[in-house]
């Protein structure tokens, strides 16, 4: 065989362009989307449930590679809500959370190892009432896909849980009425950065509904 003919092959692969590995991606937090639920022992009857809204941050994400993932969390403190506007006030009390000194909680995630399908275990440092410690959260991927309604964004959304001990934190009063235990479920949803990507977002879905001319983001 005429070795310039085996040498045409080998010529065009060596000028086909070599495609870059993707990058990670940079998501915002929504915050109406995203909320931080808590539950804490209630003298022993039951189990007082109180949530955060208005988490705010940012996330970088490669579904590839959730090794090089990142994430840092604003949790305004301040919005706490069980349900009961007393409640609320004694929870926010200098004794307690002090969210006039402590306003907001934050969470910056340090290491991140897959540990499961759609599974990771995100282990970071949450600063809460003037003290940090670290802690892991269990995230499941729940999402990553183009928002069903304009701008037709790309979104992630994550579940994650997470237990912690209140008094690590410095909050300890009322240990005969309130327990040290504290589990934390969290729902998350955020929005992809930077210029849209007209290929997968701004283009019909045959999977997405087609959204009616009055319908409203929810």
């Known amino acids: 065989m005429n070795p310039f003919c085996l040498r045409l092959p080998l010529a065009a692969a060596l000028a086909l362009p070599i495609a870059a590995p993707a990058a990670p991606a940079s998501y915002a937090l929504d915050p109406v989307h995203t909320r931080v639920l808590f539950a804490i022992e209630h003298a022993g ?82 600063t809460l009432h003037g003290v940090s410690r670290e802690i892991t959260l269990d995230a499941t991927l729940n999402a990553l896909k183009r928002y069903p309604l304009p701008p037709f964004r790309r979104t992630v959304g994550f579940s994650a849980t997470a237990v912690l001990s209140r008094a690590d934190f410095g909050i300890d009063a009322w240990k005969s009425m309130i327990g040290d235990t504290v589990e934390l479920r969290i729902e998350a949803e955020a929005v992809r950065e930077g210029k849209a990507d007209v290929a997968t977002e701004g283009t019909a879905d045959s999977r997405l509904p087609t959204p009616a001319a009055n319908d409203s983001e929810p």
């Open 45 to 126: 009857f039951s189990k007082a449930l109180g949530t955060v809204s208005g988490s705010t941050g940012t996330l970088v994400f490669d579904p590839g590679d959730w090794t090089s993932a990142r994430l840092d969390v604003s949790v305004p403190i301040t919005r706490v809500d069980l349900g009961d506007a007393k409640w609320n006030q004694a929870t926010l009390a200098r004794n307690l959370l002090d969210g006039e000194r402590f306003p907001q909680a934050r969470f910056v995630s340090s290491k991140v190892e897959p540990s499961g399908e759609n599974q990771a275990k995100v282990t970071g440092t949450l």
